[in-house]
């Protein structure tokens, strides 16, 4: 059974970080391109940042940055997102997925999700 289960979320002051993990169970992250994902209320869901099935190419939306690092550990089937300097405007639900990522060039960007995580709640508050 493919899975995916997040961790990591809470609540945080503005400045501070966070360290979300996303477990894979199931199925081998080897060979999928994976990505983070987050919905703030009202608002539609979006990519945040995503890496290459091979893992050499990243994308990260412009809002985030400079402050989040998407990484993987395939020896423990986990990949990861590191978010530093953390703003109101970053609160969200979190989700983590395998996703469909594709070039425009030399460029690489998220695509669409294809298995899910059940989501993780960053907020960020003083």
């Known amino acids: 059974q493919v899975q995916l289960v997040e961790s990591g979320g809470g609540l945080v002051q503005p400045g501070g970080s966070l360290r979300l993990s996303c477990a894979a169970s199931g199925f081998s992250l080897d060979g999928y391109a994976i990505g983070w994902f987050r919905q703030a209320p009202g608002k539609e869901r979006e990519g945040v940042s995503c890496?290459?099935?091979?893992?050499?190419?990243?994308y990260y939306a412009d809002s985030v940055k400079g402050r989040f690092t998407i990484s993987r550990d395939l020896a423990k089937n986990t990949f990861y997102l590191q978010m530093n300097n953390l703003t109101p405007a970053d609160t969200a639900i979190y989700y983590c997925a395998t996703q469909k990522g594709h070039y425009s060039g030399s460029l690489y960007y998220c695509g669409g999700g294809d298995s899910w995580g059940q989501g993780t709640q960053v907020t960020v508050s003083s």
């Open positions: 890496i290459s099935r091979s893992g050499i190419s990243t």
